[in-house]
Nanobody, 124 residues
Framework: QVQLVESGGGLVRAGGSLRLSCAAS????????MGWFRQAPGKEREFVAA????????YYRDSVKGRFTISGDNAKNTVYLQMNSLKPEDTAVYYC?????????????????WGQGTQVTVSS
């Protein structure tokens, strides 16, 4: 069993920044992917960013490219999401997830474990 705990959410003004953290504990993986998803009121959960440890490959949804950066410490099984130039449409609960898969990272059904989420609110 893997446990994921997100932190770093909060309330910020448009144009501000936040840094989210996701710490994984429990089972260790020799090959793994960690990702961020978000869900806003009235909307389905959507992909934000992911990192594949082997090769340190990163992925982003188009709307956050150039604003968000995903990084991690593989030894600590910890992933970060630096969010800059935040917009009101970024408001959502952000969830961390992990999987042994290295492909199909955009799709939530490919992830095995999920955190409880951290609220990010961006005001106009």
């Amino acid at each position: 069993q893997v446990q994921l705990v997100e932190s770093g959410g909060g309330l910020v003004r448009a144009g501000g920044s936040l840094r989210l953290s996701c710490a994984a504990s429990g089972r260790s993986f020799s090959r793994n992917t960690m990702g961020w998803f978000r869900q806003a009121p009235g909307k389905e959960r959507e992909f934000v960013a992911a990192i594949v440890w082997s090769g340190t490959i990163t992925y982003y949804r188009d709307s956050v490219k150039g604003r968000f950066t995903i990084s991690g410490d593989n030894a600590k099984n910890t992933v970060y999401l630096q969010m800059n130039s935040l917009k009101p449409e970024d408001t959502a609960v952000y969830y961390c997830a992990t999987t042994m898969k290295t492909g199909g990272v955009y799709y939530p059904y490919n992830y095995d474990y999920w955190g409880q989420g951290t609220q990010v609110t961006v005001s106009s």
